[in-house]
C-alpha cells in the first residue's frame, strides 16, 4: 500500500525557510514520479515541484530560485526546501505520487495518491 506522510509545515516570517519532508512506503521513490502540490484557502490547487524517477526536476515558475526538491532514496523521502517565503506561499502543502510507466510525463499525469498535507504559514 502507497502512503506519504508529510512534515515540516509551520509558521515563520516572511524572509524565513522551511523543509517539508514527505516520507514514502510501500514503493521506491525512483520508480515513480512525484510531486509537490500547495493549496491556499479559497483557491485552487496549484503544482509547485515535480521530480521524474530519473531525478529530472521541474519547478513552478513561482517558485524557481527559492524552492528546491530533492530525493533521499535511503530514506525513500522527498524534501523540498523552502527559502525567501512570502505570505503568498501560505499554504497547505501536499505530496503526491504515481507510477511513472515508459513515455510517461511527470508534469502531465494525475497523481492518485497523496499525504494528508502540512500547513505552512507565512506571515509579514
Known amino acids: 500500500e502507497v502512503q506519504l506522510v508529510e512534515s515540516g509545515g509551520g509558521s515563520v516570517q516572511a524572509g524565513g525557510s522551511l523543509r517539508l519532508s514527505c516520507s514514502a512506503s510501500?514503493?521506491?521513490?525512483?520508480?515513480?514520479?512525484m510531486a509537490w502540490f500547495r493549496q491556499a484557502t479559497g483557491k485552487g490547487r496549484e503544482r509547485v515541484a515535480v521530480v521524474a524517477g530519473t531525478g529530472r526536476i521541474t519547478y513552478a515558475d513561482f517558485v524557481k530560485g527559492r524552492f528546491t526538491a530533492s530525493r533521499g532514496n535511503d530514506k525513500n523521502t522527498l524534501y523540498l526546501q523552502m527559502n525567501s517565503l512570502t505570505s503568498e506561499d501560505t499554504s497547505v502543502y501536499y505530496c503526491?505520487?504515481?507510477?511513472?510507466?515508459?513515455?510517461?510525463?511527470?508534469?502531465?499525469?494525475?497523481?492518485?495518491?497523496w499525504g494528508q498535507g502540512t500547513q505552512v504559514s507565512v506571515s509579514s
Open positions: 503526491a505520487a504515481e507510477p511513472e510507466w515508459l513515455g510517461s510525463e511527470c508534469t502531465s499525469i494525475e497523481y492518485n495518491s
Open positions: 510501500g514503493f521506491t521513490l525512483k520508480n515513480y514520479c
